[in-house]
Structures are given as structure tokens and as C-alpha cells.
């Protein structure tokens, strides 16, 4: 039985089209197909590929619907015997969210490969068609597993990759862990281990994304109140990740809401709204809430929403 990669379309940058003459700042998000986008592709003509349209939207603007019918989509192609691997296009500003919430939920044995572009289709320099060959080579390379993400050259795991810059070609980055390869030549060269861990399930899923536990951020900033921590749980939030200062250090006037907050159930995180570093386990202000180690205040919100629906389903979470 002869492999194939499946490449599931989503929108973003890489979909996009400006206006002739325009700016290539000046596009409109996920215009075109994911078909139009593999044509444009000479190196992946005549390649075992299947392409399937799962959404058309611009990524700032993801759901936890999207999510849902995304995840449900990759496990089932996942299943099928002759699939080798899995190719998502997906726009950059969210890409990191959903990849990290595909290995909790999936943590898959054969690679689910997440790209996108930093250009539009219609710009001359467009990066997407390098970024969408790379890959596909990524999602066909042997022994490769669990879901990365492939732009600008490099490789980078779920659990590291972040979005490093608003619109540099080469805009992300995996901190101080650094990426898992890069194409060189067009040839992978492997500089860590694939991602490792046990996946919650689809399962955890199942729930209307209308019923999901709602989880905000709120930054620890110079002058904070507890007012938006106190809004969020008379509004009935279940969660809230702190983008918390230094090695999560919180304000004072926050966690004195927080405290009142652990009253009506709300659930905390810290992460860093640092560039770089994990928060590791420390005295002092913040410390008594748990922390996210490297995951950003963005992937650490996913995690919480896992853990919560996790909760809810009796299952049991492993630590990040």
C-alpha cells in the first residue's frame, strides 16, 4: 500500500491575496484553497497527497470549535494505515496554541506537521510555497512523530515554538531549547529528539466547544488591581493563566484577588511573559499557584482548558 501525506487547509497568511500594487502588509487573510496552494508547489506535483479544506478563516481569529473539528479531522486521517503523516496550514498568529493543543490531545506516533507563511500567496517573495515543500518532507521523513511546526527553514516542537517576531520571515523561535533541525539543502538535519509524552485523548474533546470552561490572561504589570480577576470570577471564569513577571512573580494586589477568586473555584497558572525561560518552582509572590514551566501565557492557557475538561471527564492529566 503505497503512503501518502494529508494536507489539511485552514486559511491564514499562506491563503492570502493583497490587492495588485498593494503592500504585502495589506492582504486579506485565507483567500484561497488548499488545493490552489499545492498547485503552486512544482515540487510536490505528482507526490501521494491528499488535500482536504477543514476551514478558510484568518488564525487570530481561531475557536475552540475550529479546534475541535481540527483535532477530530487529524485523528481520523491518523488512523488511516496508508497515511505517513500529516501536513495542517494554518496562519501564524495562533499556530502555537494549536499546536500544543494537538500533542496534549493526540500526541501522535506519526508526524502532524503545522506551516504557514509570514507573506501572502500574491507577494513575489512568498515564503509559503518553501514552508508548504519543507513540510510535507517533514511529515513523509522516517521515524519523524508528534506535531511540529516547519517555517522559514527550521523545525520546531509543539511544546517550544512560540511566535518570536510580528512579521520577520524567520518569526519563530523554540527560546533557550533552540529548534529540533533545520532544511539545509533540502535535506533535514536533526539537532533534538521528536516530542515525546502520552496524549489525553480525542475524547477530552468531545464536550460542545459552547460548554468548554472559559480561561483568560491577565498580565502582572507595574500599578495592577485585582479588578479584572475579580470581574472574571463574578462572570463565572474557571480559569486564568497570569502572565506573571520574571520567574512568575505576581502582584500583590492580583494574588490578593486570587485568593478570593479560590473561593468560587477559579483555577490558577503562571507563566512568564518573558521572551524566554520557564518558571521554576521558587518562593515568594505567586508562588503558591502552580506554573507552566516554558510553556508561553498562550500554550499555558491551552493547557489549563485541557486540564479543566480533563476534570470534568474524570481523566487524568501527566505533567508538561
Not at 518553501?130 to 522516517?142: G, P, T, Y
Not at 484577588?257 to 490558577?268: D, P
Given at each position: 500500500m503505497q503512503s501518502m501525506v494529508v494536507i489539511l487547509g485552514t486559511g491564514g497568511t499562506i491563503a492570502g491575496v493583497a490587492p495588485p500594487g498593494a503592500s504585502d502588509l495589506a492582504y486579506q487573510a485565507a483567500q484561497l484553497g488548499i488545493d490552489a496552494l499545492v498547485a503552486a508547489v512544482p515540487a510536490l506535483q505528482g507526490q501521494p497527497l491528499e488535500a482536504e479544506q477543514v476551514a478558510q478563516l484568518d488564525s487570530k481569529d481561531m475557536t475552540h470549535a475550529l479546534w475541535q473539528l481540527l483535532a477530530r479531522r487529524v485523528a481520523h486521517h491518523l488512523a488511516r494505515d496508508e497515511v505517513r503523516g500529516i501536513v495542517v496550514t494554518h496562519g501564524t498568529d495562533t499556530m502555537e496554541e494549536t499546536a500544543w493543543l494537538l500533542q496534549r490531545v493526540l500526541a501522535p506516533a506519526k508526524p502532524v506537521v503545522l506551516t504557514g507563511a509570514m507573506r501572502p500567496a500574491s507577494s513575489r517573495q512568498?515564503?509559503?510555497?518553501?514552508?508548504?515543500?519543507?513540510?510535507?518532507?517533514?511529515?513523509?521523513?522516517?521515524?519523524?512523530?508528534?506535531?511540529?511546526?516547519?517555517?522559514?527553514?527550521?523545525?520546531?516542537?509543539?511544546?517550544?515554538?512560540?511566535?518570536?517576531?510580528?512579521?520577520?520571515?524567520?518569526?519563530?523561535?523554540s527560546g533557550d531549547v533552540g529548534p529540533l533541525g533545520r532544511f539545509e539543502e533540502g535535506r533535514l538535519q536533526r539537532l533534538r529528539a521528536w516530542p515525546s509524552g502520552d496524549g489525553l485523548g480525542i475524547a477530552v474533546l468531545d464536550a460542545p466547544p459552547a460548554t468548554w470552561p472559559a480561561v483568560e490572561i491577565v498580565t502582572s504589570h507595574a500599578g495592577a488591581s485585582g479588578a479584572l480577576i475579580d470581574a472574571l470570577a463574578r462572570n463565572g471564569t474557571r480559569g486564568v493563566v497570569i502572565a506573571a513577571t520574571g520567574n512568575g512573580?505576581?502582584?500583590?494586589?492580583?494574588?490578593?484577588?486570587?485568593?478570593?477568586?479560590?473561593?468560587?473555584?477559579?483555577?490558577?497558572?503562571?507563566?512568564?511573559?518573558?521572551?524566554?525561560?520557564?518558571?521554576?518552582?521558587?518562593?515568594?509572590?505567586?508562588?503558591?499557584?502552580?506554573?507552566?514551566?516554558?510553556?508561553?501565557?498562550?500554550?499555558a492557557r491551552v493547557e489549563l482548558l485541557l486540564r479543566l475538561l480533563a476534570a470534568q471527564q474524570g481523566t487524568a492529566t501527566s505533567p508538561t
Open positions: 512568498a515564503d509559503g510555497p518553501r514552508n508548504l515543500a519543507d513540510a510535507v518532507a517533514l511529515a513523509q521523513e522516517e521515524g519523524a512523530h508528534g506535531v511540529l511546526v516547519a517555517l522559514a527553514g527550521a523545525v520546531h516542537g509543539a511544546a517550544d515554538v512560540r511566535k518570536a517576531h510580528a512579521h520577520r520571515l524567520d518569526a519563530f523561535g512573580t505576581v502582584h500583590e494586589a492580583i494574588e490578593l484577588a486570587l485568593e478570593r477568586a479560590a473561593w468560587a473555584g477559579l483555577q490558577v497558572m503562571r507563566a512568564t511573559r518573558c521572551g524566554d525561560g520557564a518558571v521554576l518552582d521558587a518562593t515568594g509572590t505567586g508562588a503558591a499557584w502552580p506554573a507552566a514551566g516554558a510553556l508561553s501565557p498562550a500554550k
